[in-house]
Nanobody
Framework: VQLVESGGGLVQPGDSLRLSCAVSGLDLNYYAIGWFRQAPGKEREGVSCFNGRDGSTGYANSVKDRFIVFRGNAKDTVYLQVNSLKPEDTADYYC??????????????????WGQGTQVTVSS
């Protein structure tokens, strides 16, 4: 199983990015994908999730209405559209996978497979 994130970068406040999580070695139709982030000196926190079976999504309150998680047409990639970025969104962003029936969650301990992360820096 391999998860590869991409799309991070250095942006200004208010800008947008589209983060990608390319998944191989598992069938996304039976897994949930979570997005997490970790800022320097802070614990890893859940940001968003997507269930490949039922299409359900979830968001942390801090990003609701700014971030959108969705599955791409290629079906093996899950995206996180991050809009209206703020300096406090600066972190390494990770995607992770867990076997899941329906629904999803953003509890890091529940996820089994992790990517290497992509860095997002929001600064003026």
């Amino acid at each position: 199983v391999q998860l590869v994130e991409s799309g991070g970068g250095l942006v200004q406040p208010g800008d947008s990015l589209r983060l990608s999580c390319a998944v191989s070695g598992l069938d996304l139709n039976y897994y949930a994908i979570g997005w997490f982030r970790q800022a320097p000196g802070k614990e890893r926190e859940g940001v968003s999730c997507f269930n490949g079976r039922d299409g359900s999504t979830g968001y942390a309150n801090s990003v609701k209405d700014r971030f959108i998680v969705f599955r791409g047409n290629a079906k093996d990639t899950v995206y996180l559209q991050v809009n209206s970025l703020k300096p406090e969104d600066t972190a390494d962003y990770y995607c992770a996978a867990r076997y899941r029936g329906l629904g999803c969650d953003i509890v890091p301990q529940n996820y089994n497979f992790w990517g290497q992360g992509t860095q997002v820096t929001v600064s003026s």
